[in-house]
């Protein structure tokens, strides 16, 4: 039952965080002034995006530690995935905190004042974007090596075609997004959506996987 309820976990959340990405609210072409109160007018709808992403990996986390107990816990490639993946989601839980509430506030207090405290403002700004860019390479890297050693742990001669075709799959998989992360130079929702939509396939075949898993008997070749 466990393992159902983690493998759907895994595919509606992967899913969906595509999903959140591609409402992700952005702001151009704006005067610094015009930026603080643009930012500001839609803080509820960022609270939303990066609140449900931040439950979305919550969802992941939970599905692909029941993965990696699947895989065998006591081997090393699956507790080195599981690892790798909490890391990043971390790494990525803290991008949405900064992005979809660190941010919002700053633009609250500043919107709408002096000059000099406009530029303290859009200061602040600037500083989260850092942080928020680097927070994200650093979780894409790091959910890119739990996919990795996660695909190779499913290469091992123990498991069928389909587990083996789901481990190749994720080699290119995580090699594309490594690809795709080095030749992009700022990481925007559009962007974000090519570098992660191949990872999140995988991720929504792991969970199909952890369902077919469950589905077999304690003692099938899946084990």
């Known amino acids: 039952m466990q393992e159902r309820v983690a493998g759907w976990a895994i595919i509606g959340s992967a899913l969906l965080t595509l999903v959140a990405i591609m409402h992700h609210p952005t702001v151009h072409n704006a005067s610094p002034a015009e930026v603080l109160s643009r930012i500001g007018a839609i803080s509820g709808h960022d609270r939303v995006i990066h609140g449900a992403v931040m439950v979305f990996l919550l969802a992941l986390l939970f599905g692909f530690t029941v993965f990696?107990?699947?895989?065998?816990?006591?081997?090393?490639?699956?507790?080195?995935?599981?690892?790798?993946?909490?890391?990043?989601?971390?790494?990525?839980?803290?991008?949405?905190?900064?992005?979809?509430?660190?941010v919002p506030d700053v633009a609250g207090k500043y919107a709408g004042t002096d000059a000099a405290?406009?530029?303290i403002g859009i200061g602040l700004l600037a500083y989260s974007a850092i942080v928020i860019q680097e927070l994200?390479?650093?979780?894409?890297?790091?959910?890119?090596?739990?996919?990795?050693?996660?695909?190779?742990?499913?290469?091992?001669?123990?498991y069928d075609r389909w587990p083996r075709a789901l481990g190749a799959f994720g080699i290119v998989a995580a090699a594309y997004t490594l690809v795709a992360l080095g030749v992009t130079r700022y990481i925007g929702p559009h962007a974000l959506i090519n570098i992660a939509l191949a990872q999140n396939m995988w991720y929504a075949c792991a969970g199909a996987l952890l369902i077919r898993f469950a589905n077999e008997t304690p003692h099938g070749g899946s084990q």
């Open 68 to 102: 990696s107990r699947r895989l065998g816990l006591d081997r090393t490639l699956p507790l080195i995935g599981l690892i790798a993946f909490a890391a990043a989601s971390v790494a990525l839980g803290g991008a949405a905190v900064v992005d979809g509430f660190f």
């Open 136 to 158: 994200t390479r650093l979780a894409m890297v790091s959910s890119c090596l739990a996919v990795a050693v996660w695909s190779a742990s499913l290469l091992a001669p123990r």
């Open 117 to 119: 405290n406009i530029r």
